[in-house]
């Protein structure tokens, strides 16, 4: 950059400062501050529900702050939209992509910018040269395997994201911002994005990289800042750190002292035993688990961890490797066979897994037992005191049984999905990320409901992507990575610091 005294060209291509978002009661990003410098890529860190995507968000118009400003080369900008942004020239690609399924490929990356004749109508067959164009320009590093006429929505997932990269890239941002957006690709395909955010940066544009990958961070970042519980808390050069003062950074440095295992183990029989379970989410997961006990499941986010829960239920099948229950071999062949030998589930995904959203609350309660039941017949006169007895603990609040599910807060739906397993007397509770999205009020009142389950010998195995919930409720932790086990925490090893080691480990 030539020496010049105008404060604008010196001045960082854009600023964040004092950033804030709520939903609700969850507060996603309490204060996001970010400097991003012409010519640089800056990488975002920090454990998952730190912030990241709410921050991208808003510096990509998609979500309007609370608080904070935003400076674009020192003068203040607002985004009111998407299209706000990209005027401005900022792109994002995220993890999940924005196109139009039922478009072409060449269509997609002309979204918007359609070449247009006289007249303001789109000039399709300018508009397809042009995106085949970029394709040809963008693609080749990035091992596409489709052409401008293929329908977007027939393209596997790895391809669609090449699409929205290909899209975003080649309308040259001067910000262009990856939130996880290379966590479907694979490694050759990541080293072709790179590549891409390389070229972008030796054109003097910037990029903004959120990453969970240490590799990728020291591979091609310039500086990184640190994100933790909704707050940037610290922005370093690269060269000048390396991954352990970072994960310092994430989980607030130093480690407080470890927390003490609550509960002693009792010495007898293992409840469930798992050994050798693959399947093509994960490989080769082996554990034992005891009355009481509390296994945690840690790692980032779709290691395999939720694949895991839903094939010891019965409702994945396993490649290899067996599953033994209260010492009756053999995996559960369907959901209700696993609640007949005494295990239960409850998603925190409960659009996906979770409550059928057309039914009402007593249905909802009601769904476990009658899966439990051999006989059809069971009279909602007699089910439903039980129901209510066993749910007393849950501080469930709403209007009537009959009120649809809907109706609740997530919260509540959320302890009528796992209230509904109590009255079927379960041995064994699997819990995927149960507490997502939910408030700390709900999420007290579950945590109760846990430990009176646990006090009366249920055995737990929960997956959380909230690190300090796992910590806090898990005796020990299993972190998955990739769907194997890289690490079991436990005693003076189970802390933040180790768990996220062992998370970023190898990644
Ligand atoms: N639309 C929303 N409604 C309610 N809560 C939300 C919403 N978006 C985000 N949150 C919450 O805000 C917090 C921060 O979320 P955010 O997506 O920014 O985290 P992140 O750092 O990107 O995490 P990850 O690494 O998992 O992608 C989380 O607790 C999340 O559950
Ligand atoms: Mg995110």
């Not at 400076?71 to 299209?83: A, D, K, N, Y």
């Not at 490649?319 to 589930?345: D, H, N, Y």
């Not at 998955?480 to 189970?494: A, C, S």
């Amino acid at each position: 950059m030539a020496p010049s005294p105008s404060t604008a060209a010196d001045a960082p291509v854009l600023e964040a400062r004092g950033l804030a978002k709520s939903y609700g009661q969850v507060v996603a990003l309490e204060c996001g501050d970010l400097t991003v410098a012409g010519g640089e890529i800056h990488a975002l860190l920090g454990s998952n529900g730190s912030g990241k995507s709410t921050l991208c968000k808003i510096l990509a118009g998609a979500v309007k702050a609370d608080a904070g400003e935003l400076l674009q080369r020192g003068r203040r900008i607002t985004l009111q939209s998407p299209s706000d942004a990209r005027d401005a020239g900022i792109g994002t690609v995220y993890q999940e992509t924005s196109l139009i399924p039922a478009l072409t490929v060449a269509q997609n990356i002309q979204l918007g910018i359609e070449a247009r004749s006289r007249l303001r109508l789109v000039d399709s067959g300018r508009s397809r040269r042009e995106a085949v164009r970029r394709i040809e320009d963008f693609g080749s590093t990035l091992g596409i395997r489709f052409g401008p006429d293929d329908i977007v929505g027939d393209l596997a997932i790895d391809q669609q994201q090449l699409v929205e990269i290909i899209r975003v890239v080649s309308r040259r941002p001067s910000l262009v911002i990856f939130d996880e957006a290379t966590a479907s690709l694979d490694r050759v395909q990541v080293d072709g994005a790179f590549a891409l955010l390389r070229r972008l940066r030796e054109e003097g544009k910037s990029a903004i990289l959120v990453t969970h990958r240490m590799d990728e961070i020291f591979s091609i970042a310039d500086r990184v800042t640190v994100m933790r519980n909704g707050r940037s808390v610290g922005t370093r050069e690269v060269r000048d750190v390396d991954p352990a003062a970072l994960i310092d950074l994430m989980t607030g440095a130093p480690a407080d002292a470890p927390p003490v295992s609550r509960r002693a183990q009792g010495s007898e029989q293992p409840i469930l035993t798992v050994r050798d379970l693959s399947s093509d989410a994960f490989r080769d997961v082996s554990f034992a688990l005891r009355r009481g006990e509390v296994l945690g499941l840690g790692g980032l986010q779709g290691q395999g961890q939720s694949e895991l829960l839903r094939t010891i239920f019965g409702a994945l099948k396993p490649k290899s490797g067996e599953i033994e229950m209260a010492g009756i071999p053999g995996a559960p062949a369907t959901p209700a066979a696993a609640v007949r030998r005494g295990l239960a589930f409850a998603s925190g995904d409960r659009k996906r897994y979770g409550t059928f959203a057309i039914r009402s609350i007593f249905e909802n309660l009601a769904i476990a037992r009658l899966a439990q039941s051999r006989s059809p017949l069971v009279s909602r006169a007699r089910l439903e005191p039980r129901l209510m007895q066993s749910i007393s603990g849950a501080k469930l609040k709403f209007g009537r049984l009959d009120d649809s599910i809907s109706t609740l807060s997530g919260g509540n739906q959320q302890k009528v999905v796992i209230g509904r397993w109590l009255d079927t007397d379960p041995k064994v509770l699997l819990l995927d990320d149960p507490t997502k999205g939910i408030d700390i009020r709900a999420k007290r009142d579950l945590y109760e409901m846990f430990s009176v389950l646990q006090e009366k010998g249920l055995a737990i195995v929960i997956y959380s992507s909230d690190a300090t919930e796992l910590l806090e409720i898990a005796d020990r932790i299993l972190v998955i990575n990739g769907g194997h086990v890289v690490d079991e925490l436990k005693d003076d090893r189970k802390t933040e610091f180790e768990l996220n080691a062992a998370a970023l480990k190898g990644a």
